[in-house]
């Protein structure tokens, strides 16, 4: 016995308006649902960063000819830092962990502003603190102003200690919070607050982006 339900088929001529109504009725419900993601805008451009060369927390000399080929994340820290920086390195670590399935394809890279302070054997301790990949995760330190030139300049992240004070006063020394995103030629591709989770969690899907596209 058929089981066939008899069917009210509107005439021909009115099908496909029909069809389409039920699929743009199909893709408004997916996207309630978060099962069909907007069209991706690119990552915008957002200058190319100068040429520079740092040390490394092992000794070596490292800079952009070193990250050539790769994206990379950037952030800025010192090691004396007892309110930012830490929560600053941790979400770094997150980051860190969170895009591991990317190997060496993306360099993470933290820039000391207090680099008279942060030699490489302290950048050391507080990378193994931290617990950094030293295949991944660079330190690094140097010439104090080189590195503002390229922090602000470059970057144009805040970076600088109060007119006066004297070197020991850490409370003395500003710099950002923000992430900064850079692919693999050197160009800033984004921004992105490191006190909002959601801003992070974007900053690892933009680095994933880059990653696979090539860019």
């Known amino acids: 016995m058929s089981t066939d339900v008899p069917t009210l088929n509107p005439p021909r001529s009115t099908r496909p308006f029909l069809w389409a109504g039920l699929g743009?009725?199909?893709?408004?419900?997916l996207l309630a649902m978060g099962l069909v993601l907007p069209r991706k805008e690119p990552l915008p451009r957002l200058g190319r960063l100068p040429a520079f060369t740092f040390t490394r927390q092992d000794g070596e000399s490292?800079?952009?000819?070193?990250?050539?080929?790769?994206?990379?994340?950037?952030?800025?820290?010192?090691?004396?830092?007892?309110?930012?920086?830490?929560?600053?390195?941790?979400?770094?670590?997150?980051?860190?962990?969170?895009?591991?399935?990317?190997?060496?394809?993306?360099?993470?890279?933290?820039?000391?502003?207090?680099?008279?302070?942060?030699?490489?054997?302290?950048?050391?301790?507080?990378?193994?603190?931290?617990?950094?990949?030293?295949?991944?995760?660079?330190?690094?330190?140097?010439?104090?102003?080189?590195?503002?030139?390229?922090?602000?300049?470059?970057?144009?992240?805040?970076?600088?200690?109060?007119?006066?004070?004297?070197?020991?006063?850490?409370?003395?020394?500003?710099?950002?919070?923000h992430f900064v995103l850079v692919d693999r030629t050197g160009e800033i591709r984004g921004y992105y607050n490191s006190e909002h989770d959601d801003d992070v969690a974007r900053l690892v899907l933009d680095a994933d982006r880059l990653v696979k596209s090539g860019e």
Not at 24 to 29: A, D, F, G, H, R
Not at 117 to 127: C, I, Q
């Open 24 to 29: 743009v009725s199909l893709c408004l419900v």
């Open 62 to 177: 490292f800079g952009l000819k070193q990250l050539e080929g790769r994206p990379w994340v950037a952030n800025f820290i010192f090691t004396r830092c007892p309110t930012i920086c830490p929560v600053f390195t941790r979400k770094m670590a997150g980051v860190q962990k969170q895009t591991a399935a990317l190997g060496r394809e993306l360099a993470l890279v933290s820039f000391s502003v207090d680099p008279k302070y942060d030699t490489p054997e302290r950048l050391t301790d507080y990378a193994r603190k931290h617990g950094a990949d030293p295949s991944r995760w660079s330190f690094l330190t140097g010439d104090y102003q080189q590195l503002k030139d390229t922090v602000v300049g470059g970057f144009k992240i805040a970076m600088g200690r109060e007119e006066g004070a004297d070197e020991s006063d850490i409370a003395s020394i500003f710099h950002g919070s």
